[in-house]
């Protein structure tokens, strides 16, 4: 098993910013890829981006494209998401999320994101 532990959620103005952190218990290369995904009140858990660890591509969600971006550091097991150019709708928990090569995942607890003037 596995502990993520997400970080850096808050309340943040329209066009501001914000990075969230997910350390994780372990070697991030256990992962056969890791991710942040997030859920707003009254809808389903959406994906925002996904990072693979052997070939280090990413994918995003259409809505935050341009505007949010994944990354680690491997020497501290941790993976980020930089949000930038925030939008109200980009109020939601955001969730740390792991897939293990069985096929096995891990979730965080998640971390509240408020965009809000």
């Known amino acids: 098993q596995v502990q993520l532990v997400e970080s850096g959620g808050g309340l943040v103005q329209p066009g501001g910013s914000l990075r969230l952190s997910c350390a994780a218990s372990r070697n991030i290369f256990s992962f056969n890829n890791m991710g942040w995904y997030r859920q707003a009140p009254g809808k389903e858990r959406e994906l925002v981006a996904l990072?693979?660890?052997?070939?280090?591509?990413?994918n995003y969600a259409d809505s935050v494209k341009g505007r949010f971006t994944i990354s680690r550091d491997n020497a501290k097991n941790t993976v980020y998401l930089q949000m930038n150019n925030l939008k109200s709708e980009d109020t939601a928990v955001y969730y740390c999320y792991a897939l293990f090569f069985n096929g096995l995942d891990s979730w965080g607890k998640g971390t509240l994101v408020t965009v809000s003037s």
């Open positions: 990072l693979h660890s052997n070939s280090g591509s990413t």
